[in-house]
């Protein structure tokens, strides 16, 4: 291992683990450690055993504790030997890190005298100490939002990185690498690197995301299709499932050659380095099946998931010749020598030259950066204990603090009031939250107009306003119209303070039309500098989002409907979760229907956990629930969705509210159902079936009664399933719900074909294509046709089988439904099984098709059925060896889904053959 390999396996390291190393390399005892950290002498040994993995040393077992432990300190020894000989014993506060010392002796940029000469008071370092704990608070606080970025940083005075340049672009060529990773240090210049990676490249499609913001996969995945494979929002609009985009993005992958930069990938990890959600599934089969394109990422982390995947290049610093130009490229003078030293100073890092350069402004002499402190900074920090002496970091911090104390009074506010913006913001919206201007503007909430409780001195104060709109919250009010946008002085005050802090490298512009950002490091400052701002800044938000909000008739796309989310997020802020929850009901429907389930997630989560349970609010909280358990369900976080449902019930049942305890019932079933626990299923929809027939609501009697048949055939109780699905079809025959019917008649065909009854079947099977057609519900047709086919199947007539499921397995490609293509494969290979031994080869490749589209979705009953029939058609083929291998795939398949008697059906084949 050499000096940049330990480096990058250090740096990859979590907060925990780096807390138990330095409890390691104090030789402390596991029980010591994990008494210290408070957790588990067992997981203190998981942590040390990957400690020692990723350093490169394997052997640590649980049988020879310490066995690795001195190879582990002489590696610190060689290439870290300040964290030896640190006492880690306690870790103290922030107010107490700073200990009496000796200062080692350095001569690098400022003399010794003269830094102490000009010392920084202790306090102030404590106080940097403070906001950078803040700061890491922060970035571990992980949302899901509805915010993506997909334009590349702008290469302003771009320079050096030709090594990198080259190791990234002959990775690019080569065949056997997929993936590139660019790991490094905030603000160290991965992100300009992959961008100029990706404008210097060519492939047949290219999309930059950058997900800093913890960007929904939804969203991520929708953009990457609309812009790799031209995918319209008609198609889009079919792939609501997370599934469904996965597979989508993956198949675009592998048609075509693209390149893929994800850009800030760390704010999708948690402190483990785990993927979040459905990103982890994306990768993992990116990992097992993605070919033909390239992936590019950056990361301050690298996931766990990737590590000995792909290429990884450990991003250092500028050269110092290169960070010498970059400080000439901003007017800063000096010799070679000088300038270069201060580059090695601050080793190289990109971002805080930038910031250093436009402190000093252009014409000055480097020598004026002994003003900043830097070399003073240095020599506190000796007197800090190691696990809190984050030289980069804290030297960012100081670099932003001295930008921030010279800022004008109402520029500071300007800039720490921008940061209460989650995504990029364009000039109207920097014009809401500059102090100085004279815009006003007033949300009246659709409570006060309905009571008619207006003061007459908030009456007479209407005349200073322009009526802008009636919005969703109720009417807005404000003098922030068109023209006072376009008004010279207001517009000159907003321009000219936004010029001040992008020339500061305080704020970056992101594209031509004037769309600003923060850099993520920088963003973290300044919302650790505002700490709670006053509502009335949050009022005049909310009110711009509302004045640009457009109505939900209006809604086609994700970004319609931005603006309710942010007055959501920023109402959760001001505590008004009573407008929060109404404005997000209005949503749902929108989300739900386009998939947006990460987002719904983020917005409910803030809404139950912040939300103090009381009398007036506990219906409403327990609605929250409900929706956040079957929000839970489809993410397949179901222990969470069955803890948060549970909950619910009991609120429900507190009030004796029994149409929410039906609800909640209905949802806590569906989890049992979807986990295999059908008993546990069928006793909650019992008590919703109970229910709704005592409170007469037909709407949850279907409920109850589609779902208990469901269940039912799960179980292989045909006869109940039948009797339940008829008397739901009943009930929505009088209420007029063809669609529901529809599908009911495709679960009741299931029953009747499964009990042999398939003339009963056929009759099903067709009235749910005469409706799914006249409704023009392609999905739904799709699986009538397919489900017609298996009947066909049955009754000996391949030919019409193959005819009925080519057709259904033909709009499922043109929907992108990866499920039901699967299904259909496998259905054609059944027919082509029943047609003869001459076309047995055929059945085969149908089944391995299948198999194919089941495993690169994660849909293991899919590929459990695939392997069985494989097994079948390797005994027709006469390949026994290859039968035996299958029917034992599906059986362990079989086993961890818990489906006993498939598993016992496969057990079965094999010993008819050994």
């Known amino acids: 291992m050499n000096q940049q390999h330990f480096n990058a396996v250090f740096n990859r390291l979590t907060e925990r683990r780096r807390e138990v190393l330095l409890k390691l390399l104090a030789n402390e005892k596991d029980e010591a450690i994990g008494k210290f950290l408070h957790i588990q002498k067992s997981t203190v040994r998981k942590h040390r055993e990957e400690i020692c993995k990723l350093f490169g040393l394997n052997n640590e077992f649980s049988d020879e504790r310490r066995s690795k432990l001195p190879e582990l300190i002489a590696l610190f020894a060689k290439y870290k030997p300040e964290l030896l000989n640190q006492n880690t014993s306690e870790f103290p506060q922030t107010e107490n890190l700073i200990e009496d010392k000796t200062i080692s002796e350095d001569h690098n940029f400022v003399g010794r005298e003269d830094a102490i000469a000009n010392s920084i008071p202790e306090n102030h370092l404590a106080e940097l100490l403070k906001i950078l704990q803040g700061m890491q608070q922060q970035e571990q606080k992980l949302i899901s939002s509805a915010n993506l970025i997909s334009i590349p940083p702008i290469l302003d005075n771009w320079q050096g990185r030709n090594a990198e340049i080259k190791e990234l672009q002959t990775c690019l060529v080569d065949t056997k690498i997929k993936t590139l990773g660019i790991q490094g240090l905030s603000g160290v210049g991965k992100s300009w690197l992959a961008s100029y990676i990706f404008e210097s490249t060519d492939f047949e499609a290219k999309f930059w995301a950058d997900v800093r913001q913890g960007t929904d996969f939804t969203v991520f995945a929708q953009n990457a299709l ?33 390149l893929l930069v994800i850009d800030n990938l760390e704010t999708l990890l948690d402190q483990d380095r785990h993927f979040i959600g459905i990103y982890k599934d994306f990768f993992i089969r990116w990992i097992e099946n993605g070919v033909g394109s390239k992936l590019l990422l950056t990361t301050q982390t690298q996931p766990e998931v990737m590590e000995g995947h792909g290429y990884w290049l450990p991003l250092q610093g500028l050269e110092a010749i290169n960070g010498a130009r970059l400080l000439q490229g901003f007017g800063i003078v ?32 480097i020598k004026e950066a002994e003003k900043i402190g830097f070399r003073q900074l240095d020599l506190l920090l000796n007197k800090v204990p190691m696990p809190y002496r984050d030289r980069e970091r804290i030297f960012f911090v100081w670099i932003l603090e001295q930008h921030f104390e010279n800022l004008a009074s109402d520029l500071k506010l300007f800039f720490l009031s921008l940061s209460l913006y989650r995504s990029s913001f364009n000039q109207d919206a920097a014009t809401v939250v500059l102090n100085n201007n004279q815009l006003t503007s007033k949300l009246i909430l659709n409570d006060r107009l309905s009571q008619g409780s207006l003061s007459d001195d908030e009456i007479s104060s209407l005349k200073d306003f322009d009526v802008v709109k009636i919005s969703t919250w109720g009417m807005v009010l404000t003098n922030l119209n068109s023209q006072d946008l376009e008004d010279p002085n207001n517009y ?41 701002q006053r509502d009335s800044l949050r009022d005049r938000i909310i009110t711009y989002y509302a004045s640009i909000a457009k109505i939900g008739e209006e809604w086609q796309k994700l970004e319609d409907v931005m603006p309710h989310l942010e007055v959501i997020y920023h109402l959760c802020q001001q505590k008004k979760y009573v407008i929060a929850f109404d404005t997000l009901c209005l949503c749902k429907g929108f989300l739900d229907s386009q998939g ?32 956040l358990g079957s929000i839970y369900t489809r993410m397949g976080q179901y222990q969470k969705a069955i803890n948060i449902l549970k909950k619910a019930l009991l609120i429900q049942r507190e009030i004796s509210n029994k149409q929410g305890e039906a609800a909640a019932l209905n949802n806590l079933g569906l989890v049992y159902q979807d986990i295999g626990n059908y008993q546990q299923s069928i006793y909650c929809h019992q008590q919703q079936l109970e229910i709704a027939n005592i409170i007469g609501d037909s709407e949850e009697q279907a409920n109850a009664l589609n779902n208990l048949g469901i269940v039912c055939y799960a179980l292989g109780k045909y006869s109940e399933a039948i009797d339940y699905q008829e008397q739901k079809v009943k009930i929505l025959q009088n209420n007029g719900d063809l669609e529901r019917e529809a599908s009911t008649l495709g679960n009741l065909g299931g029953a009747y074909c499964a009990l042999g009854e398939y003339q009963k079947a056929l009759d099903c099977h067709s009235r749910q294509l005469e409706i799914a057609q006249s409704m023009r519900d392609k999905p739904m047709e799709a699986r009538a046709l397919g489900s017609l086919g298996v009947v066909y199947n049955q009754l000996n007539q391949p030919e019409k089988a193959i005819e009925l499921i080519q057709q259904s397995l033909d709009i499922a490609k043109e929907i992108g439904e990866p499920e039901l293509q699967a299904d259909c494969l496998l259905n054609l290979s059944n027919s082509y099984l029943f047609l003869g031994k001459l076309l047995h080869m055929q059945a085969l490749k149908y089944c391995k098709e299948s198999l194919k589209v089941s495993e690169q979705t994660g849909r293991d009953i899919g590929a459990a059925r ?49």
């Open 334 to 365: 000096g010799s070679d020598e000088e300038l270069q030293d201060f580059s090695k100073y601050l080793n190289g890092h990109p971002k805080m030259l930038r910031l250093v350069a436009s402190k000093l402004k252009s014409g000055n002499h």
């Open 866 to 914: 695939a392997l069985y029939n494989l097994g079948n058609l390797f005994v027709e083929l006469g390949d026994k060896s290859e039968a035996v291998n299958a029917y034992q795939k599906a059986s362990t398949l079989f086993k961890s889904m818990g489906i006993d008697e498939y598993v016992n059906q496969a057990n079965d084949a094999i010993q008819r053959l050994s």
């Open 492 to 532: 000159w005050q907003t321009q000219q303070a936004i010029n001040e802090l992008t020339s500061r490298s305080l704020l970056d512009v992101i594209n031509e039309e004037q769309q600003f950002q923060f850099h993520p490091f920088v963003l973290h400052y300044a919302r650790q500098k505002i700490g709670n």
């Open 596 to 627: 947006y389930y990460s987002i719904q997630m983020e917005l409910y989560e803030n809404l139950v956990f912040a939300w103090e349970s009381n009398e007036e609010n506990q219906l409403s909280l327990a609605a929250i629930m409900i929706d």
């Open 226 to 258: 609309m812009k790799l494979a031209g995918t319209s929002p008609e198609q889009l609009a079919a792939l609501r499932e997370p599934e469904q985009l996965i597979f989508a993005l993956l198949d675009t992958l592998k048609k075509r050659p693209c």
